[in-house]
């Protein structure tokens, strides 16, 4: 019989493509690979870009936001980003959805939730790493499911993780009885100990603790798996400058967020 641990659990928003969903998808079983625990595992997400390494900057009209791509880990996704970019897709695009403590999303020309493509004009596959997490201020793609990765991408914004949730994962990592059969239920899906535990460095639950994120987006926990392919290394005031903009019933803002410009180039710490 498997013993479920109560825990207060955040609810799973999907990051659509297609409709502004708030329920977590069924069909969605891939997951990310395990990693071991290594107590020296620099965490890329935590760096500031390398001199001369590409970077994007997100000019919008409440502000800036400065990018650091990670293409070793998602290679399609930094890209098709990159090259979008460059040829001015995105720019004039607006966020069109935003949901405070949670992302912003955009990069769909038809502003819709429903519109956009690769550069390849074609969906593509989706690249899950076991170096990159759900901080506050990763950069992934939005998608309809398993490898339907187009244009659109969000941005995660929340600036903390539900105590209780860190300290059911930070107390796995010390279980080691019967750690197939404990575990906790997220509706119909039960989630072992062992996968909890298997999930996440202690380096990742300390970042979470200390930065925030959506740790609810882990595939250990949602079923779906975004890529990350981003992190943003300046500008998350403008970040929370725009996930607190006044929203409708499918959280559009009211008043448009706009992407005026991405340029790609070369980061230098002095500039």
Known sequence: MKKAIN??????LVISTSACSANAESNAPTEQGTQ???ENTVLLQSQM??????IAIIQTNKGEIR??????????AVENFKTHA???YFDGLIFHRVINNFMIQGGDPTGTGSGG??????DFEDEPSN???????ALAMANRGPNTNGSQFFIVQNNSVAEQMLQLLKESKTTENDGDNMGIYLGEKFISINEMKNAFTDAALDFYEQNGGSIELESVFSGSVYTIFGQVYSGLDTVDAIAVSETDSSDKPVKDIIIEKITIEQYHANK
């Open 67 to 76: 990018i650091q791509f990670f293409p070793e880990q998602a290679p399609k």
């Open 36 to 38: 071991q625990n290594n």
């Open 7 to 12: 825990c207060l659990i955040a609810a799973i």
């Open 86 to 88: 460059k040829e001015g």
């Open 131 to 137: 170096e990159l997490y759900f901080f506050r201020g």
């Open 117 to 122: 493509e690769s550069i390849w004009k074609k």
């Open 49 to 54: 870009p390398k001199e001369g390494d590409e």
